[in-house]
């Protein structure tokens, strides 16, 4: 399966790699504030302590770092990339019964070493002597994004920082808010990205798939967990262990249903929708299906095991809702969230009010009509007075007729 060679459950490092054995060398922590890209077998800079990583299967390698260092800046701002709660089901792999971190040799490697030990408490936040119980109250997980962090290194008796992007397949220990705190593979504590400098670069190799903003950035689930889910990318199959770095060695990890497949919604009305879903698949027999509302701790639905969707009503109009969809199983172990669908109800369909007549009001009068007006005589206009006129000469007679000769 093409994802298998992404989501590892474990990393393929050796102590040796993270010790700085005879064959490699440790880089030097000299990142001048750059984003360090870390492969599952990159040692980085300046470990901590060595491996406490497992072995992971064989067919659940990472992807290899041979792909070329991207030559685009990095996102500055840790904003700049998705963040995902804690308490996230899309963000860890492990498998049942199954450490993907030793924490006892953890705990060896740190307090044989005052100095280091004393470094590390202080970036974890705790007092020396409780660090043991600290790294005790983590769970053991596998990533399953590349994930941005500031990772600290141990230099010159003191603890060193550098900000890094690990690759999914890395074994890591998480805090009870989903948080990543450990790095396995080298021992280092890890803490919350921090902004990078405008001329920040990639260094490290890169590994197929990496994009700079595909990368996530883990936030503080919002309430404490008590157990965290877990996906096993070999047997295709959930599970869920119990917040502690011992449950999966006590044999606490259980089995639970996979999240029902393609949960779609629409609204079928002003105060309703229709929600549909494919019945979860895998071993576990599936009791029935709960259906989560946003912003609702409990479900607002719950139905029959061949049940494949539901009708919420007494919803708002034209309100939006977003929804998820668990199966359960008969000791009530729930699976993983499905996808979330967001649907939006139907505005109502309002009328304007009929107004009732109103009365018109009466006709006004409209006046007589008035009588012609007699108009003043219009003397006429003066005529010029007659001019005498010439006498005219009589025109000339034609002679008389003269007597035949």
């Given at each position: 399966?093409?994802?298998?060679?992404?989501v590892?459950?474990?990393?393929?490092?050796s102590a040796?790699?993270?010790?700085?054995?005879?064959?490699?060398?440790?880089?030097?922590?000299?990142?001048?504030?750059?984003?360090?890209?870390?492969?599952?077998?990159?040692t980085?800079p300046d470990?901590?302590?060595?491996?406490?990583?497992?072995?992971?299967?064989?067919?659940?390698?990472p992807?290899?770092?041979n792909?070329?260092?991207?030559?685009?800046?990095?996102?500055?701002?840790?904003?700049?990339?998705?963040?995902?709660?804690?308490?996230?089901?899309?963000l860890y792999?492990?498998?049942?019964?199954?450490?993907?971190?030793?924490?006892?040799?953890?705990?060896?490697?740190?307090?044989k070493?005052?100095?280091?030990?004393?470094?590390?408490?202080k970036?974890a936040g705790?007092g020396?002597s409780?660090?043991?119980?600290?790294?005790?109250?983590?769970t053991?997980?596998?990533?399953?994004?590349?994930?941005?962090?500031?990772?600290?290194?141990?230099?010159?008796?003191?603890?060193?920082?550098?900000p890094?992007?690990?690759?999914?397949?890395?074994?890591?220990?998480?805090?009870?808010?989903?948080?990543?705190?450990?790095r396995?593979?080298?021992g280092?504590?890890?803490?919350?990205?921090?902004?990078?400098?405008r001329t920040?670069?990639?260094q490290?190799?890169?590994?197929?798939?990496?994009?700079?903003k595909?990368?996530?950035?883990?936030?503080p689930?919002?309430?404490?967990?008590?157990?965290?889910?877990?996906?096993?990318?070999?047997?295709?199959?959930?599970?869920e262990?119990?917040?502690n770095?011992?449950?999966a060695?006590?044999?606490k990890d259980?089995?639970?249903p996979s999240?029902?497949?393609?949960?779609?919604?629409?609204?079928?009305?002003?105060?309703?929708?229709?929600?549909t879903?494919?019945?979860?698949?895998?071993?576990?027999?599936?009791?029935?299906?709960?259906?989560?509302?946003?912003g609702?701790?409990k479900?607002?639905?719950?139905?029959?095991?061949?049940?494949?969707?539901?009708?919420?009503?007494?919803?708002?109009?034209?309100?939006?809702?977003?929804?998820?969809?668990?199966?359960?199983d008969?000791?009530?172990?729930?699976?993983?969230?499905?996808?979330?669908v967001?649907?939006v109800t139907?505005s109502?369909?309002?009328?304007?009010p009929?107004?009732?007549?109103?009365?018109?009001?009466?006709?006004q009068?409209?006046p007589?009509?008035?009588p012609?007006?007699?108009?003043?005589?219009?003397?006429?206009?003066?005529?010029?007075?007659d001019q005498?006129?010439?006498?005219q000469?009589?025109?000339?007679?034609?002679?008389?007729?003269?007597?035949?000769?």
């Amino acid at each position: 399966m093409a994802s298998a060679t992404v989501v590892a459950l474990a990393v393929v490092v050796s102590a040796a790699a993270c010790g700085g054995g005879e064959d490699e060398q440790p880089a030097a922590a000299d990142t001048a504030g750059d984003l360090l890209l870390q492969s599952v077998a990159d040692t980085g800079p300046d470990p901590f302590t060595q491996s406490t990583a497992a072995k992971p299967p064989a067919d659940a390698l990472p992807s290899p770092a041979n792909s070329p260092t991207p030559t685009r800046r990095p996102p500055a701002k840790p904003a700049s990339h998705r963040s995902v709660k804690g308490s996230s089901d899309t963000l860890y792999g492990g498998s049942r019964g199954v450490d993907s971190c030793d924490v006892e040799q953890q705990i060896r490697f740190l307090t044989k070493d005052q100095d280091r030990e004393r470094a590390f408490a202080k970036v974890a936040g705790v007092g020396t002597s409780l660090l043991p119980d600290y790294l005790r109250s983590l769970t053991s997980v596998v990533l399953r994004k590349d994930i941005r962090v500031t990772s600290h290194g141990f230099a010159d008796g003191r603890a060193t920082d550098f900000p890094s992007v690990l690759q999914a397949g890395t074994a890591v220990l998480v805090d009870n808010e989903g948080v990543p705190r450990v790095r396995c593979a080298c021992g280092n504590p890890l803490t919350s990205p921090t902004a990078l400098k405008r001329t920040a670069r990639h260094q490290g190799t890169a590994w197929r798939g990496y994009h700079p903003k595909r990368a996530i950035v883990v936030t503080p689930a919002s309430r404490p967990l008590t157990k965290i889910r877990l996906f096993d990318v070999v047997k295709e199959t959930w599970i869920e262990r119990p917040i502690n770095s011992k449950s999966a060695k006590n044999n606490k990890d259980k089995v639970i249903p996979s999240p029902p497949l393609k949960f779609r919604g629409r609204a079928t009305g002003p105060n309703t929708v229709e929600l549909t879903w494919k019945p979860s698949k895998g071993d576990v027999k599936v009791a029935g299906y709960q259906v989560f509302q946003k912003g609702e701790r409990k479900p607002v639905q719950e139905v029959l095991p061949d049940s494949k969707g539901a009708r919420v009503s007494g919803l708002e109009a034209g309100s939006e809702y977003t929804f998820t969809v668990r199966a359960v199983d008969a000791s009530g172990n729930a699976s993983a969230a499905s996808n979330k669908v967001d649907v939006v109800t139907e505005s109502e369909q309002t009328q304007a009010p009929v107004q009732p007549d109103q009365p018109q009001p009466p006709d006004q009068p409209q006046p007589p009509d008035q009588p012609d007006q007699p108009q003043p005589p219009q003397p006429d206009p003066p005529q010029p007075p007659d001019q005498p006129q010439p006498d005219q000469p009589d025109p000339p007679q034609p002679p008389p007729d003269q007597p035949d000769q």
